[in-house]
């Protein structure tokens, strides 16, 4: 059974991606929060401080109008009064006239309104200072203004909110990939284990069962559910078992016994007739026992028992010997039997089949491909599958039945006067089926094409 290399298959499995989407929720929950406390906070302090800012611009404004000493002397009578607050009255060449700070001319002419500025934008500030926010008000005769609030306190709340963030959100974003690594691990594992069981059944062993936990999660009650069914199929394979063996000697003996019989008649009685007669019937009698024999050896290999049987096998020396064996009966039907068959070619798997598979195919050409003169055997390795090819010239078959000759008992109307009973197909596609492989027919053009692709190809050196 094939697998992925087990990091791809663990950045694949559900567990990993359910971890990932719990990640995703989590992080976008996260950034949701820091946005909303990020948003409330300087909300909250841009109204404070832009509060204090006009209420420290009615002031100034209503002074003037009652004095009326103008803006610079009010300035200073503020500044003096204290209140941490920023104050500039710069004149219209730009010359600041009073204030404990100063703007550069290009921000003065950019400043319209409640607007922030950090010292990099133009400001003169005390040291401790980094930024401030504050409005400019315009006088008609040209003098301009500037009333600012300490603005650093938001570049901290800010910084302090990224630092915040960062941590918080490389803390999620671990912990999720660890727990979706952790999570991922574990499910893998247990799936692994359940590939391996089921594995181990496809090779024949059905006593083999799925691993069932503690935790009574939703893996233990999966498998509690097909160790029952496998439990189920186990009883029925071994009750069709059974009835195939008791079908084979229920029925085989008796027959065995009536060919015995037979024969020991013709042997006594004389007549050419009587003779014909009982040659008809032995040969009845052999065809019904060899369709018993086939039957059994077709559910011996679909139960995948032979498994247990599989070695290394030089494949390319068994197809060699296979075309030598069949290239004089082939050529006694008027056939050239050719090969080319790629060295080296090795296989895992049983000997005695896979021959009975070929041989099966070998005898259709033989049997079957009505007017040919030429055939050929083909074997190379693609990848992990060999893959072989028994093509003719003969009149091959039609695409509509080239399906149905693999179905059991079945025989096409060109064949029935042939020997055989329409099970050689269907007994070569289950042995290419227990070799992780299967059998397709295709036109030769002109003629016939069986193709055998086969798995389980072992990587190295054979004869």
Same mark, same amino acid.
């Given at each position: 059974?094939?697998?992925?290399?087990?990091?791809?298959?663990?950045?694949?499995?559900?567990?990993?991606?359910?971890?990932?989407?719990?990640?995703?929720?989590? *992080?976008?929950?996260?950034?949701?929060?820091?946005?909303?406390?990020?948003?409330?906070?300087?909300?909250?302090?841009?109204?404070?401080?832009?509060?204090?800012?006009?209420?420290?611009?009615?002031? @100034?404004?209503?002074?003037?109008?009652?004095?009326?000493?103008?803006?610079?002397?009010?300035? !200073?009578?503020?500044?003096?009064?204290?209140?941490?607050?920023?104050?500039?009255?710069?004149?219209?060449?730009?010359?600041? !006239?009073?204030?404990?700070?100063?703007?550069?001319?290009?921000?003065?002419?950019?400043?319209?309104?409640?607007?922030?500025?950090?010292?990099?934008?133009?400001?003169?500030?005390?040291? +401790?200072?980094?930024?401030?926010?504050?409005?400019?008000?315009?006088?008609?005769?040209?003098?301009?203004?500037? @009333?600012?609030?300490?603005?650093?306190?938001?570049?901290?709340?800010?910084?302090?909110?990224?630092?915040?963030?960062?941590?918080?959100?490389?803390?999620?974003?671990?912990?999720?990939?660890?727990?979706?690594?952790?999570?991922?691990?574990?499910?893998? +594992?247990?799936?692994?284990?359940?590939?391996?069981?089921?594995?181990?059944?496809?090779?024949?062993?059905?006593?083999?069962?799925?691993?069932?936990?503690?935790?009574?999660?939703?893996?233990?009650?999966?498998?509690?559910?097909?160790?029952?069914?496998?439990?189920?199929?186990?009883?029925?394979?071994?009750?069709?078992?059974?009835?195939?063996?008791?079908?084979?000697?229920?029925?085989?003996?008796?027959?065995?016994?009536?060919?015995? %019989?037979?024969?020991?008649?013709?042997? +006594?009685?004389?007549?050419?007739?009587?003779?014909?007669?009982?040659?008809?019937?032995?040969?009845?009698?052999?065809?019904?026992?060899?369709?018993?024999?086939?039957?059994?050896?077709?559910?011996?290999?679909?139960?995948?028992?032979?498994? +247990?049987?599989?070695?290394?096998?030089?494949?390319?020396?068994?197809?060699?010997?296979?075309?030598?064996?069949?290239?004089?009966?082939?050529?006694?039907?008027? @056939?050239?039997?050719?090969?080319?068959?790629?060295?080296?070619?090795?296989?895992?798997?049983?000997?005695?089949?896979?021959?009975?598979?070929?041989?099966?195919?070998?005898?259709?050409?033989?049997?079957?491909?009505?007017?040919?003169?030429?055939?050929? @055997?083909?074997?190379?390795?693609?990848?992990? %599958?060999?893959?072989?090819?028994?093509?003719?010239?003969?009149?091959?078959?039609?695409?509509?039945?080239?399906?149905?000759?693999?179905? !059991?008992?079945?025989?096409?109307?060109?064949?029935?006067?042939?020997?055989? %009973?329409?099970?050689?197909?269907?007994?070569?596609?289950?042995?290419?089926?227990?070799?992780?492989?299967?059998?397709?027919?295709?036109?030769? %053009?002109?003629?016939?094409?069986?193709?055998?692709? *086969?798995?389980?190809?072992?990587?190295?050196?054979?004869?």
């Amino acid at each position: 059974m094939w697998r992925e290399r087990p990091s791809r298959a663990l950045l694949k499995s559900s567990g990993f991606r359910l971890a990932l989407r719990s990640l995703a929720l989590s *992080l976008g929950g996260a950034i949701l929060v820091f946005l909303i406390i990020h948003h409330d906070a300087d909300a909250i302090w841009r109204e404070q401080n832009d509060t204090a800012v006009n209420a420290a611009l009615s002031d @100034i404004l209503s002074d003037i109008q009652e004095d009326n000493q103008g803006v610079a002397p009010n300035v !200073r009578e503020t500044i003096d009064e204290g209140g941490g607050l920023f104050f500039a009255d710069i004149g219209p060449g730009g010359t600041l !006239r009073a204030g404990n700070f100063n703007v550069a001319p290009a921000l003065l002419a950019n400043w319209h309104g409640m607007q922030s500025f950090e010292r990099a934008d133009g400001l003169t500030l005390p040291p +401790r200072v980094l930024a401030v926010r504050g409005v400019a008000h315009r006088f008609a005769n040209g003098e301009t203004l500037l @009333i600012a609030a300490n603005a650093s306190p938001l570049l901290t709340l800010n910084a302090l909110v990224a630092r915040s963030f960062t941590a918080v959100f490389g803390t999620i974003l671990a912990l999720g990939l660890l727990n979706g690594y952790f999570a991922a691990h574990a499910a893998s +594992r247990r799936v692994d284990g359940y590939a391996t069981a089921i594995e181990e059944i496809m090779n024949g062993d059905l006593s083999r069962r799925l691993t069932v936990g503690r935790a009574g999660d939703e893996f233990d009650r999966l498998a509690t559910g097909l160790n029952a069914m496998l439990q189920r199929l186990q009883e029925l394979m071994e009750n069709l078992r059974q009835v195939t063996n008791d079908i084979s000697h229920d029925l085989r003996s008796p027959l065995a016994r009536l060919r015995e %019989h037979l024969e020991l008649s013709r042997r +006594r009685f004389a007549g050419a007739e009587l003779a014909a007669m009982f040659d008809e019937a032995l040969a009845q009698i052999d065809q019904a026992l060899d369709i018993f024999t086939a039957m059994l050896r077709i559910a011996e290999v679909e139960a995948g028992a032979r498994r +247990r049987k599989f070695a290394a096998l030089p494949l390319s020396s068994l197809l060699e010997e296979l075309a030598e064996t069949y290239e004089p009966a082939f050529s006694t039907a008027g @056939i050239a039997l050719t090969a080319q068959i790629q060295p080296r070619l090795l296989l895992r798997g049983d000997k005695e089949l896979l021959l009975q598979m070929l041989a099966n195919l070998l005898d259709n050409v033989m049997l079957h491909a009505d007017g040919a003169s030429i055939a050929h @055997i083909t074997a190379a390795q693609t990848g992990g %599958h060999i893959d072989i090819e028994i093509s003719d010239n003969g009149a091959g078959i039609p695409d509509s039945e080239q399906a149905r000759v693999f179905q !059991r008992f079945v025989r096409l109307d060109a064949s029935r006067h042939l020997p055989g %009973h329409g099970l050689g197909l269907s007994l070569a596609t289950a042995i290419a089926a227990l070799h992780d492989g299967s059998i397709a027919l295709r036109d030769n %053009h002109p003629g016939l094409k069986a193709v055998v692709s *086969l798995g389980n190809a072992d990587q190295g050196t054979g004869a």
